[in-house]
């Protein structure tokens, strides 16, 4: 059958079962709208900033196993969702962006909106394609999946020129695709998996450490078998929050520059590491050469090579595909009788209880000002620990990981590598989306939230029910912290001044907007909030100013070297 | 540490761009990098010098393999290959000039390929410090231009980098 590129393109998304597709019109892109238009499999939705239409498929990808779809105009649209792009990239998140270009006998001659998209992206996303026929957007659509989901995950940029999607060819979706170029692997090597078997089960101090692979691989059911078969102590990064359950006893909690005091010790004195879908980052694992001061074995899995021996020499290396590697693992052990030494275990458990009775993250809520950690608490009471919970960047965001106990993954949403203030609100779309009927939560500030603040007017046009949990410090609270602890108590424009009545505000946008302002109206705002199943909203709490986020392991110091409380500065 | 890598790309546009954007963007040195087809036209093959500790062409290796164009990565310098390199050198040859200068030439098996009363301009292939030698061994006052390929490399013996 013959079609437009502009068909192709439309047919190609439903042929990939795509749900949603957010996005933004412009010139370039008016074709594809036009054939958006004449049908109802794929739904559009409109946001009010092309960041926020990546940021909102990224949302959606992060909390299905599915890849997230953006369309954007050329030019301005393209560049506008650059940022989200890279946020996709720095957290390994499958998306597929399609963007407008010029029309081809223009490209290279500063056309209007025209930028040269590819080489802009280049850096930031897994791959991108410039398609230059109409007969090859199928096939390039395919490959754009295909690289998304496949690997390590990440975002895949479909760069098409205007004219391409008036043109006509025949359409064949293509059943299959093949790329010489590329083949992930996706088993481990058995003689490794034989080995990393033998260190666990010889090991006195053993550790797990768990991050964002074990989300994005689905293999959180696995690990938490071994993990309990085992009988190890476990810790997750930020992006592995909910990748074993945190309310469970062998999980010491997130580790790293804001982790537990438990967390972070047992890591630096283990003597066996399983490492298992993380990259030894610098906000984990601190300064690299005391962190290689105590003498430990490493096991490492992961689908990328390159993240392998990186940062940290590892001495049992697994290239593969999480679920499949911790699969083998179990097998391996289930297949014989050998355990780990109960008695050196328990030793070590001992060790780790004294450390939890640090109790680092207790805080104290008094009956004037509300404490922010007070606020998520309540959160995680009321919502019984089962919300989706997205996030911005800053205090707030480390204070939900600290304080939201995740006992499942993909709940947690929120932007670790690349840490780009203005996720929170339109990712919390893109999960409402995928989970109609399910509570979402965005924890925010009030300086994040002001980044993609338009995007209320997409939530009431969808009518999403996101309960926004805004941290209101009057501060941009982690450069406020790090100014009073190291550049001696100089706010450099830290101060958040003219600060909008954000409950009035929401409500100009539609919404129900509530202020909070007492310690003793928490725990209600937040009932009255998940109650109103139909209704957006805002919460804005008047939260304690000079809250700092303990611990805190400085830049370049050790894992050791924490920062537990405001005494010890 | 100076290290050859050959490596088997995809014939794409960008291809290149991609390279060696990759080496710019996590601040790896590009010494020389040459690329042609191969005798199959959809493929390229690129031959890069970069130094840098093993830690850190390990790194190389591994970013370089993770490029989705790219088919094969080999490090030559980890066992013995071959590395040759073409120069074209234009020189001022005049006078007395001419006869010292075809000696040379001569010497390092060069070839003049181009010949006007005052310049001459010598084609040379072999190492990178064979070429390097002839240009210190002429006079610098007698050089006008010098125009460099990059090397290439091939391992020795049966070991071959094929798709």
């Known amino acids: 059958m013959v079609l437009t590129g502009a068909e192709i393109v439309i047919r190609c998304l439903q042929e990939e079962k795509v749900d949603y597709l957010f996005g933004y019109p412009g010139g370039s892109v008016l074709y594809i709208y036009d054939e958006l238009f004449k049908q109802d499999k794929v739904r559009h939705v409109l946001v009010r900033h092309e960041q926020a239409a990546v940021h909102a498929a990224d949302g959606y990808a992060r909390s299905t196993d599915k890849v997230g779809v953006a369309l954007v105009t050329s030019g301005p649209g393209a560049t506008n969702a650059v940022t989200g792009i890279a946020t996709a990239y720095c957290d390994s998140i499958p998306l597929v962006v399609i963007s407008g270009q010029v029309p081809s006998a223009v490209i290279g001659q500063d056309a209007f909106q025209e930028v040269d998209t590819v080489g802009i992206t280049r850096p930031c996303v897994k791959h991108n394609f410039l398609v230059r026929d109409v007969r090859d957007i199928a096939d390039t659509i395919k490959k754009a999946f295909y690289l998304a989901k496949t690997g390590r995950p990440g975002p895949v940029l479909v760069d098409i020129p205007k004219d391409i999607t008036a043109q006509k060819c025949e359409f064949e979706y293509p059943q299959t695709v093949s790329m010489r170029s590329y083949n992930p692997v996706v088993k481990g090597h058995h003689g490794q998996i034989k080995k990393a078997l033998q260190l666990l089960l010889g090991a006195r101090r053993p550790m797990v450490y768990i991050g964002g692979g074990v989300v994005l691989g689905d293999a959180a059911d696995k690990l938490t078998a071994l993990v309990r078969k085992l009988g190890f102590p476990c810790t997750n990064t930020l992006m592995g929050l909910g990748g074993y359950p945190a309310t469970d006893r062998q999980n010491v909690g997130m580790l790293g520059m804001h982790g537990t005091y438990e967390a972070n010790m047992a890591m630096h004195y283990c003597d066996v590491l399983l ?18 001061s105590e ?3 490493i096991i490492h899995v992961d689908i990328d090579p390159s993240s392998i021996s990186k940062r940290v020499k590892v001495d049992v290396p697994i290239v593969g595909h999480v679920d499949e590697v911790l699969g ?16 050196s275990l328990g030793v070590w458990w001992k060790q780790i209880e004294e450390w939890r009775r640090r109790d680092c993250l207790k805080f104290n809520q008094g009956e004037e000002l509300i ?11 009321v919502t019984g620990g089962d919300a989706f919970v997205t996030s911005d960047v800053g205090q707030h965001q480390m204070w939900a990981a600290q304080y939201y106990k995740f006992d499942k993954p993909r709940r947690w949403i929120n932007s670790g590598g690349l840490g780009t203030m203005g996720f929170g609100l339109p990712s919390a779309m893109g999960v409402q989306l995928a989970h109609p009927g399910s509570p979402v939560a965005c924890v925010t500030g009030e300086a994040s939230i002001q980044m993609n603040i338009q995007e209320l007017a997409t939530c009431r046009q969808f009518r999403l029910p996101i309960k926004v949990v805004m941290l209101n410090n009057r501060y941009l609270g982690m450069v406020r912290q790090w100014q009073e602890i190291f550049h001696g108590n100089r706010y450099s424009e830290s101060y958040m001044d003219s600060l909008p009545d954000f409950a009035r505000l929401a409500e100009a946008y539609g919404h129900v907007g509530i202020r909070v302002d007492k310690p003793g109206d928490v725990e209600g705002a937040l009932r009255e909030a998940f109650s109103r199943k139909n209704d957006l909203v805002f919460l804005d709490f008047q939260v304690d100013q000079t809250e700092n986020v303990y611990p805190m392991v400085q830049g370049g110091k050790g894992l050791t070297d924490m920062i537990l409380s405001a005494e010890d500065l | 540490m100076r290290h050859v890598i050959s490596l088997v790309i995809e014939n794409e546009s960008g291809a290149l761009s991609r390279v060696s954007g990759l080496f710019s963007a996590r601040g790896y040195n590009i010494e020389s990098l040459t690329v042609a087809p191969t005798e199959d036209a959809s493929l390229s093959r690129m031959t890069i010098v970069t130094s840098g500790s093993d830690d850190i062409v390990e790194q190389i290796t591994k970013q370089l393999n993770k490029l989705v164009e790219v088919v094969k990565v080999v490090d030559l310098s980890e066992s013995a ?4 390199e073409l120069m074209l050198i234009k020189v001022r040859a005049a006078g007395k000039d001419r006869e010292e200068i075809k000696r040379m030439a001569d010497i390092f098996r060069g070839r003049i390929i181009d010949v006007t009363d005052t310049t001459y301009v010598i084609e040379l292939t072999g190492t990178q410090a064979k070429l390097d030698s002839f240009v210190s061994a002429l006079d610098a006052a007698l050089i006008l231009e010098t ?17």
């Open chain 1, 371 to 381: 404490k922010p950690q007070f606020v998520i608490q309540k959160l995680w009471e």
């Open chain 2, 147 to 163: 125009v460099r390929s990059g090397i290439c490399g091939v391992a020795r013996g049966d070991r071959v980098l094929k798709v």
């Open chain 1, 328 to 343: 083998e693992l179990l097998a391996l052990l289930d297949g014989t009788t050998e355990r780990p030494d109960e008695e």
């Open chain 1, 295 to 297: 003498p430990r074995k």
């Open chain 1, 275 to 292: 490492a298992v879908g993380a990259r030894f980052d610098d906000r984990v694992i601190g300064s690299p050469a005391h962190f290689a």
């Open chain 2, 81 to 84: 290959h071959i590395e040759r």
